[in-house]
């Protein structure tokens, strides 16, 4: 659906908080509808945008919504500074101004036909959320999906209660882990990395979807690749300072790309250079 | 039937090891059960066992005074617990509960030790074996203290 956003990349519109739902002690949850008289809004899953809180200021914030619902936006957003606080403290009817959606997001029409195996951790769930989406409305599309999710606490879990519903579809696995458990956990403890071994994998015909800190993501891709994952197969996810988000402005520069235009999902292959230089 | 012989030579820790080296492991082997909450060993214990978890969920916690343990792993079917019966003091650092039921293969980490030092090729395997493990479980523990999922 093209819409008057995608024509002037700079101006942005107006939505309407229409629900706020609390995630974990400092991460939200907001759905906002477009304002009357606006279009809505189609993305692809991995695609993020830029969200203007009035008098505060603006904010890239990656799309965690069902890309099949076009009524709505939805953005998973932890507060960590002045801006995400106020942008999470919205009350329903609130305005916030939408710019976008920009970037490449996740390769789901190479996965067709493949399994997939998303990995995520801490908040970096939230731009993997559209994929699992699209996995499950045209399930009978794409192969097995496994999912391993990866927190600090058990308290520190999103979409808790939709890791439970999507465990329960068919061709379906979901490993979750957390890096510090209490008496009351029953799941995993160990880094995300430790779930490889209880995944059900396929790699010879996989494509992975990787998203968390930075760190994480090293540590997975090699974990990854000792499972036969070529790096053609793996995308990851970068996250950098974006203001323009359309390529002019050069603050998300990494390396020869600009994250805002040219990702921020990128094939490992591409990146893999880079990463290890800890300049960038 | 399911004797000690083929449990070892199954177990993912094992593959590819020596058939004769798998005989002189069944001499330190017993099956062993635990339930779901009892303690299979505790910090500061001898540590003269470790064990093949066949079944079931064990944490791996560290005591903590005035505060419930923290876990800090948990291991299941097909993994290991304990090495620190292979070094002096041979005293276990951290506390193992059974999360579930479990079963397990428990190896006599005395009478291994005797068998590593009469036979260095089976002293040599067992450590490359467990230096493995180890390797595996000091990245992980690395990778747990950067605590990555923190707000920054």
Known sequence: MATALQLDPMLSQVYVVSEVSKETPDTFTLTLSPDKGSNGSSFQPGQFSMLWVFGVGELPISISGDPAKHDRLVYTVRSVGQATNALVTRAAGDGVGVRGPFGKGWPVEKARGRDVIIVAGGIGLAPLRPVIYEVLNHRDDYGR???LYGARSPRDLLYRKELATWARQKETQVLITVDYGGMSWRGHVGVVTTLFKYARLKTSRSIAMVCGPEIMMRFVTRELESHGLSRQDIYLSMERNMKCAVGFCGHCQYGPHFICKDGPVFPYEE?????????? | METLERI???HPF????DQAFIALLVGCASNVRFRKGDYIFREGDPANTFYLIREGKVAVEIAAPQHE???VATLEQGEILGWSWLLAPYQWKHQARAMDNIRALALDGK???GKCEQNHDLGYEILKRFARIIEQRLESTRLQLLDV???R
């Open chain 1, 271 to 280: 990146l893999r250079p880079m990463l290890d230089k800890y300049e960038l």
């Open chain 2, 8 to 10: 070892i030579a199954e």
């Open chain 1, 145 to 147: 999906l496994v999912v």
């Open chain 2, 111 to 113: 009478c291994l030790r």
């Open chain 2, 14 to 17: 094992f593959s590819d090891l």
């Open chain 2, 69 to 71: 343990p923290i876990m």
């Open chain 2, 149 to 151: 999922y923190a707000a």
